[in-house]
């Protein structure tokens, strides 16, 4: 019958045995490719390295710049918006909500895009070799910029939560405190909490569906370039800490349940 349900062994053993077949293919074609390479693959990302660590310097100076252009245009775009959310009502409040929270996603990507961009360019010349080798004062300066904008990216969170604050009082919160996130939590109202359980749930399922991906991706890295194990660990790190943590909360939350 159409309605009988595929046995869910046998499916998945099939997805195993795809999966198995697929990773052979990769694994024969990359083997391939680095062997008639003839050391060039190598020889490029090399070359990719030093360049870089010679444009430390330079690099995050553009993307500072670019960090506070970007924060200080979405703080202006947000307090134009607030204001029109509190002149408004109804439907075009509603509008105005709309454009408020898609203006400040916006602003949070480019605020933590701002950070890993950092963080990878920095590290392109952060070992005790290339310390030791290159110049120290442009490396001195990097890390200076580095640290700025941080400082930048830190004091503009603390302005937007402000900023929604002032817009929406209800809004409770100490953004330098550890427990800010919970305080958020509980000053929001069912429509809100309902959004962000939805949120973290979807943000949940694609970690889960990413986090492997890229387990298998350093494992490739490590088999043919020689990367090390140390990325390998940090991301099964991650994907188990993901998981434990997940599963703990819902044994917690249904422990408060009989409890009450």
């Known amino acids: 019958m159409n309605n009988q349900r595929t046995n869910p062994y046998l499916k998945s053993g099939i997805i195993l045995l795809l999966?198995?077949?697929?990773g052979a293919i990769l694994g024969i074609v990359l083997l391939f490719i680095f062997s008639y390479s003839n050391g060039n693959i190598?020889?490029?990302l090399t070359l990719l390295?030093?360049?870089l660590q010679s444009l430390i310097l330079p690099f995050l100076i553009c993307i500072t710049i670019l960090t506070v252009l970007a924060g200080e245009f979405t703080i202006k775009k947000l307090t134009y918006i607030c204001g029109q959310i509190l002149r408004t009502e109804d439907e075009e409040c509603d509008i105005w909500e709309y454009e408020e929270e898609k203006v400040s996603a916006w602003g949070m990507n480019m605020n933590i895009l701002s950070q890993v961009l950092c963080v990878i360019v920095l590290?392109?010349?952060y070992s005790t070799k290339y310390i030791e080798t290159a110049a120290k004062l442009p490396f001195l300066w990097a890390c200076i910029?580095?640290?700025l904008c941080y400082i930048y990216d830190s004091f503009w969170q603390i302005r937007y939560i402000r900023l929604i604050q002032k817009t929406y009082p209800d809004k409770k919160g100490d953004p330098t405190s550890k427990k800010?996130?919970?305080q958020w939590?509980?000053?929001c109202d069912e429509a809100e909490k309902q959004i962000i359980y939805q949120s973290a749930w979807h943000s949940y399922i694609t970690l889960n569906k990413r986090i492997p991906l890229l387990l298998l991706i350093t494992m490739l890295l490590h088999l043919f370039l020689d990367t090390g194990m140390l990325a390998i660990v940090i991301v099964a790190v991650i994907w188990l800490t993901?998981?434990?943590?997940y599963n703990h909360s819902c044994v917690k939350l249904r422990k408060e349940k009989i409890s009450n």
């Open 19 to 22: 999966s198995a077949i697929g």
């Open 185 to 187: 939590l509980a000053s």
């Open 123 to 125: 590290s392109a010349g």
């Open 242 to 245: 993901i998981t434990i943590s």
């Open 49 to 51: 390295t030093h360049t």
């Open 42 to 44: 190598e020889t490029g």
């Open 145 to 147: 910029i580095f640290i």
């Open 180 to 182: 800010f996130q919970q």
